[in-house]
């Protein structure tokens, strides 16, 4: 038996798990927006989201959101499931998901910039990405 097998450190399982729960769901919520997003719109439309809808900067947002092209969310999830892809090459030991989840969070920064430009700059996210890569990045010696 090999001992030179490296063991996935326990900060490197923690966030490997909130990236499998945070863009797993985001992946689900963004696929799920584009498939029935005609429905949804129609939904809007009506008044049905009038209960969740806790002010004006709320009602401003889902206004922005339902205007814009299905395909972002399209766009949004093929990126999510990158970003999950490269979460399960890491949990692997693997450098290359490493590449996949920094290119795919970049990108969604960027894209959201693209297709919604009248949202604020995305502060607090750009914050929680570089977090996570930095984190992941401390562990690319670890890594094959």
């Given at each position: ?38 429905s949804f719109s129609t939904l809007y ?91 992941y990045a401390r562990h690319l010696s670890?890594?094959?």
């Open positions: 038996m090999d001992q030179n097998i490296p063991v996935r450190p326990t900060l490197l399982t923690v966030i490997c798990i909130l990236t499998f729960i945070g863009s797993g769901m985001s992946l689900f919520v963004n696929l799920t927006m584009f498939g029935f997003f005609d439309q009506e008044g049905a989201f009038s209960a969740f809808i806790l002010g004006k900067e709320q009602e401003e947002v889902l206004d922005l959101l339902f205007t814009t092209k299905p395909v972002y969310f399209l766009y949004q999830g093929l990126l999510y499931g990158l970003s999950v892809t490269g979460a399960i090459f890491m949990w692997n030991l693997r450098k290359m998901g490493f590449h996949f989840y920094t290119i795919a969070q970049i990108t969604l920064l960027i894209s959201q910039q693209l297709f919604l430009p009248a949202l604020p700059f995305p502060a607090f996210e750009l914050l929680i990405t570089a977090l996570f890569v930095f984190f670890i890594m094959h």
